[in-house]
């Protein structure tokens, strides 16, 4: 792909990959991506700021060549994951003088994953600087966003920060920056959804720092740039704060409709209480859309019948799925059918201990629903109800 300018000797030189479709064995990813790479030639020094995915180093290699890259002084790698650090081996072969510039935790998982020799490093702290002559490059290291290794990188005079999977989206687009927000905000909350969220505490943090920085780029290691800094940074501090929205996500498994009747009765009280629900049938449920609505619900409700004395594999993953990427939600309960016995509620309590919520009565029923057991279904609508009123929620 062609070397495309951002500002005078800096240059995207990364990947678009049009047909990605899932991330991380997990995540689907419906407008593809990007891996970003940035060439920043310097009066003295040339640095690349990370390389793309595995398998798609010719692609690199043939934009610096047509950017004209003789030597490369530095890599910055400002994260060890492959889809960033996979070229890594290409271009240090072809480049053969360019030292690799990273802090200490991501050289120790550089030399795991690709073996690269421990001569190649330059190891940097939070703060440190190099110069390139006429620029200025700080690093930043910035734990858990979102793995113990990253860190940004800021280029002081051009008021760019490189802020790797930090504000990314999987999006992928011809477009340099970002044209579309709309389309984009669902990107990145996607994104946000999967793989920042469990971390939102430290993301606070680092939100913070950047507030003290004078941006006028983000240029992170996926989807299109951004021109208007406070376009995504006003959206993560949204997401990343403590407020909910008065919503309700049910993500269910019904082998014979028991508990899907179970759920639409439920759905449709919340509703008449004023509450917006959001259901997903696991059998059909995108995960990517199940983690977005979890980003500021205020009540997960998981509707699981009983299959082999315990919940149905699905809401078992599902639940667990929850639990791992740790929702700021107030309140779970669950709701569901068996036939003759079991410990599914038990086993899907037992699954959120990472949750930091207050558990509303489950309603558990043999067989179909009955009218007993719509009325059980209407209290646990006004329970809910009474909650969110009392944590301040209102239609
Ligand atoms: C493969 C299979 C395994 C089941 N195992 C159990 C079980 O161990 N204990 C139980 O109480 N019911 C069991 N059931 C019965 C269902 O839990 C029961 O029919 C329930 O009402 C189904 O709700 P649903 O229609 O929402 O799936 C099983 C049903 C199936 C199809």
């Not at 800021?154 to 930090?166: G, N, P």
């Not at 927000?181 to 996607?190: G, N, T």
């Not at 609508?381 to 929620?393: M, S, V, Y």
Request: net charge negative.
């Amino acid at each position: 792909m062609i070397p495309r300018a951002i500002k005078d000797d800096i240059y995207w030189v990364g990947f678009i990959d049009w047909d990605r479709r899932l991330f991380d064995s997990l995540i689907p990813t419906p407008h593809g991506t990007t891996y970003n790479s940035y060439l920043i030639k310097g009066s003295e020094k040339t640095v690349l700021i990370d390389t793309v995915d595995f398998g798609k180093d010719e692609f690199l290699l043939n934009a610096l060549e047509m950017a004209g890259v003789k030597k490369i002084d530095y890599i910055v790698t400002n994260h060890a994951e492959q889809d960033h650090s996979g070229s890594l081996p290409k271009i240090l072969a072809k480049y053969p003088d360019a030292k690799i510039i990273t802090n200490a935790k991501c050289k120790g998982l550089l030399e795991s994953f690709l073996f690269i020799p421990e001569e190649k490093f330059i190891v940097v702290e939070d703060n440190e600087e190099i110069s390139l002559g006429n620029k200025t490059i700080q690093f930043m290291i910035a734990p858990w966003v979102h793995w113990p290794d990253t860190m940004f990188s800021y280029l002081k005079e051009d008021k760019i920060l490189f802020s790797c999977d930090f504000l990314g989206s999987h999006h992928a687009t011809s477009e340099l920056f970002v044209s579309d927000e709309k389309e984009v905000y669902l990107s990145a909350k996607r994104y946000y959804a999967e793989i920042m969220m469990p971390f939102r505490t430290m993301i606070k943090k680092h939100l913070e720092r950047l507030d003290n920085l004078d941006i006028d780029i983000i240029a992170p290691s996926h989807g299109p740039l951004y021109n208007r800094p406070s376009f995504i940074i006003e959206a993560y501090k949204d997401w990343s704060s403590d407020s909910v929205k008065n919503q309700v996500v049910i993500p269910y498994v019904s082998m014979h409709g028991s508990t899907k009747a179970m759920v639409e009765y439920l759905s449709d009280a919340l509703s008449k209480e004023g509450i917006e629900v959001k259901l997903f049938n696991l059998e059909i449920a995108d995960a990517g859309e199940l983690l977005m609505a979890l980003v500021d619900t205020a009540t997960i409700v998981v509707g699981a019948s009983t299959m082999l004395v315990g919940p149905h594999p699905l809401a078992y993953y599902a639940t667990y799925l929850v639990n791992a990427v740790r929702p700021k939600t107030r309140f779970v309960s669950v709701i569901g059918s068996y036939g003759w016995g079991g410990n599914t509620v038990e086993v899907l309590k037992g699954l959120i201990s990472s949750l930091n919520v207050q558990l509303i009565e489950p309603v558990y029923i043999k067989g179909y629903p009955q009218d007993i057991d719509f009325k059980l279904l209407d209290k646990l609508a006004e329970e809910i109800n009474i909650k969110h009123k009392e944590i301040g929620l209102r239609r």
